[in-house]
T-cell receptor, first 115, second 110 residues
Framework: DTGVSQNPRHKITKRGQNVTFRCDPI?????LYWYRQTLGQGPEFLTY????????KSRLLSDRFSAERPKGSFSTLEIQRTEQGDSAMYLC?????????????FGEGSWLTVV | DQQVKQNSPSLSVQEGRISILNCDYT??????FLWYKKYPAEGPTFLIS?????DKNEDGRFTVFLNKSAKHLSLHIVPSQPGDSAVYFC?????????FGTGTSLTVIP
């Protein structure tokens, strides 16, 4: 399978704990995006990378959230001191940056439940 | 502020009929538009896209129409099938970020 891969698929954690999600993009894609989705809402942009450079972060992204993409391959999204409001599906997507017509392809998502 | 809006949270259609899903946007800098389909507990799946230089793109049963002057796009599914029942998201891109609507839940009744 050469699609976007995310793990773990499900994570239940206690409030205050740290969690980390991993994303492996489609191999030839140089852009990688993180989104968050809650029930009844569309995917909400968190951040994106071009190769290893983090080009943009949502102003809504708390300091407790950090993302990395070492060597421009896989990426990790860490949430520190989790809160119940962090419960959501965390989606990773990747694309090949083009001048136009840049389509992003999503992984299966990682569900986070903070109890 | 929501730059991409889907004002119909749900839509029910008889099998074999046409499904029309609508989407409005506010940012005239958007130059690429996409539709995604999502089943529960899965990530969104890309369906079809359209560049701002076109007004129509067709792929099998799916056609996307773009009206730039009205800042409106629509997805037509003909004929609708029960397997099309899912949540559909429209998205718009300015070349960097992608902005999503809140989705329309489509139910195709057999």
């Amino acid at each position: 399978d050469t699609g976007v891969s995310q793990n773990p698929r499900h994570k239940i954690t206690k409030r205050g704990q740290n969690v980390t999600f991993r994303c492996d993009p489609i191999s030839e894609h140089n852009r990688l995006y993180w989104y968050r989705q809650t029930l009844g809402q569309g995917p909400e942009f968190l951040t994106y990378f071009q190769n290893e450079a983090q080009l943009e972060k949502s102003r809504l992204l708390s300091d407790r959230f950090s993302a990395e993409r070492p060597k421009g391959s896989f990426s990790t999204l860490e949430i520190q001191r989790t809160e119940q409001g962090d419960s959501a599906m965390y989606l990773c997507a990747s694309s090949q940056a083009l001048i136009s017509g840049n389509t992003i392809y999503f992984g299966e998502g990682s569900w986070l439940t903070v109890v | 502020d929501q730059q991409v809006k889907q004002n119909s949270p749900s839509l029910s259609v008889q099998e074999g009929r046409i499904s029309i899903l609508n989407c409005d946007y506010t940012n005239s800098m958007f130059d690429y538009f996409l539709w995604y389909k999502k089943y529960p507990a899965e990530g969104p799946t890309f369906l079809i896209s359209i560049s701002s230089i076109k007004d129509k793109n067709e792929d099998g049963r799916f056609t996307v129409f773009l009206n730039k002057s009205a800042k409106h796009l629509s997805l037509h599914i003909v004929p609708s099938q029960p397997g099309d029942s899912a949540v559909y998201f429209c998205a718009a891109s300015d070349g960097n970020q992608f902005y999503f609507g809140t989705g329309t839940s489509l139910t195709v009744i057999p």
